[in-house]
């Protein structure tokens, strides 16, 4: 048995050619396109990269974007006149503050200032507590756990009752995808390093998440035959072959996995181009809200 591959790619352009669609229709109206405002404090390269990737993906999509580049040593103070500038400005639809901040910031502060209208990466108090509360929904949700879930349902994997598993418990991915899963009806396991025969664990899950950052961690006998496996892990492993002298790999060790489960994503191409894919819906999305739409 071989898996269903889930094609990252190939769902991440059909949601990026709806949002332009929808773009272009809004123009054409007359109405304000989307704009998305990214922040960036710093000068790490993945950072840096990450930010210039969603600019290029607002422009090929007919919305428009500003990115203020920051000094790494700035002070909070100077950090949140910049946040609050950009609730104040109409022309903004949306706010991406690039996360990690250097160590001397207080993330929590930056991300509660965020207007929750604005808040396209989903990560304010308020949106990730409405998640967490039955019968209330965010405005936004975060994009990566946002993504997981659309593949899974393009994918056609039934979710409601579903036993599901999520590998990490982070603030960005693990935990709001377990709080999208039992929104949809799952019944949800979260793991992470201290939790006791992990393998046999993950072995009861028809839904795999696996977004703990260790180099195909899980094994394919660990997974139950049949079951849907998104991984979340982007990691380097040494390949000889390769130009670079590395190639990409996720938290699951694909050969074997793919043998077993009845779905998976590859890693590239599974689960990362939806994260800005689902970034793009969302700011969309905020310009509607704004517009009153």
Same mark, same amino acid.
């Given at each position: 048995?071989?898996?269903?591959?889930?094609?990252?790619?190939?769902?991440?352009?059909?949601?990026r050619d709806?949002?332009?669609?929808?773009?272009?229709?809004?123009t054409?109206?007359?109405?304000?396109?989307?704009?998305?405002?990214t922040?960036?404090?710093?000068?790490r390269?993945?950072?840096?990269?990450?930010?210039?990737?969603?600019?290029?993906?607002?422009?090929?999509?007919?919305?428009?974007?500003?990115?203020?580049?920051?000094?790494?040593?700035?002070?909070?103070?100077?950090?949140?006149?910049?946040?609050?500038?950009?609730?104040?400005d109409?022309?903004?639809?949306?706010?991406?503050?690039?996360?990690?901040?250097?160590?001397?910031?207080?993330?929590?502060?930056v991300?509660?200032? &965020?207007?929750?209208?604005?808040d396209?990466?989903?990560?304010? @108090? &308020?949106?990730?507590?409405?998640?967490?509360?039955k019968?209330?929904?965010?405005?936004?949700?975060?994009?990566?756990?946002?993504?997981?879930?659309?593949?899974?349902?393009?994918?056609?994997?039934?979710i409601?009752?579903?036993?599901?598993?999520?590998?990490?418990?982070?603030?960005?991915?693990?935990? @709001?995808a377990?709080?999208?899963?039992?929104?949809?009806?799952?019944?949800?396991?979260?793991?992470?390093?201290?939790?006791?025969?992990? @393998?046999?664990?993950?072995?009861?899950?028809?839904?795999?998440?696996?977004?703990?950052?260790?180099?195909?961690?899980?094994?394919?006998?660990?997974?139950?035959?049949?079951?849907?496996?998104?991984?979340?892990?982007i990691?380097?492993k040494?390949?000889?072959s390769?130009?670079?002298?590395?190639?990409?790999?996720?938290?699951?060790?694909?050969?074997?996995?793919?043998?077993?489960a009845g779905?998976?994503?590859?890693?590239?191409?599974?689960v990362?181009?939806?994260?800005?894919?689902?970034?793009?819906?969302?700011?969309?999305?905020?310009?509607? &809200?704004?517009?009153?739409?």
């Amino acid at each position: 048995m071989t898996a269903q591959l889930i094609d990252g790619k190939l769902i991440a352009q059909q949601v990026r050619d709806s949002v332009a669609a929808e773009v272009t229709k809004r123009t054409a109206a007359g109405k304000p396109k989307p704009v998305l405002a990214t922040v960036l404090v710093g000068d790490r390269v993945d950072s840096a990269t990450y930010v210039s990737a969603k600019g290029k993906a607002c422009q090929e999509l007919g919305m428009g974007s500003v990115n203020h580049h920051l000094p790494a040593d700035i002070n909070q103070a100077d950090l949140e006149k910049v946040i609050s500038e950009l609730n104040a400005d109409v022309e903004v639809s949306g706010i991406l503050v690039q996360l990690p901040l250097p160590s001397h910031l207080n993330e929590e502060r930056v991300l509660q200032l &965020i207007s929750i209208e604005k808040d396209v990466d989903g990560f304010s @108090p &308020i949106n990730i507590g409405r998640l967490a509360q039955k019968g209330r929904e965010p405005l936004f949700v975060p994009c990566t756990p946002f993504g997981c879930i659309y593949l899974l349902e393009q994918a056609g994997v039934k979710i409601e009752g579903a036993n599901a598993v999520v590998l990490g418990r982070s603030n960005i991915v693990g935990m @709001p995808a377990a709080l999208l899963l039992i929104g949809k009806n799952a019944t949800v396991t979260v793991c992470h390093s201290r939790t006791k025969d992990l @393998p046999a664990v993950i072995r009861q899950a028809d839904i795999l998440i696996a977004a703990i950052g260790r180099t195909e961690m899980v094994r394919g006998d660990w997974i139950k035959p049949g079951a849907a496996v998104i991984d979340v892990g982007i990691n380097s492993k040494p390949d000889a072959s390769k130009k670079s002298g590395y190639r990409l790999v996720g938290d699951v060790n694909f050969d074997e996995a793919r043998e077993v489960a009845g779905f998976i994503t590859p890693v590239p191409g599974g689960v990362g181009p939806m994260t800005i894919a689902m970034l793009m819906k969302n700011t969309l999305r905020a310009a509607q &809200i704004q517009q009153g739409e």
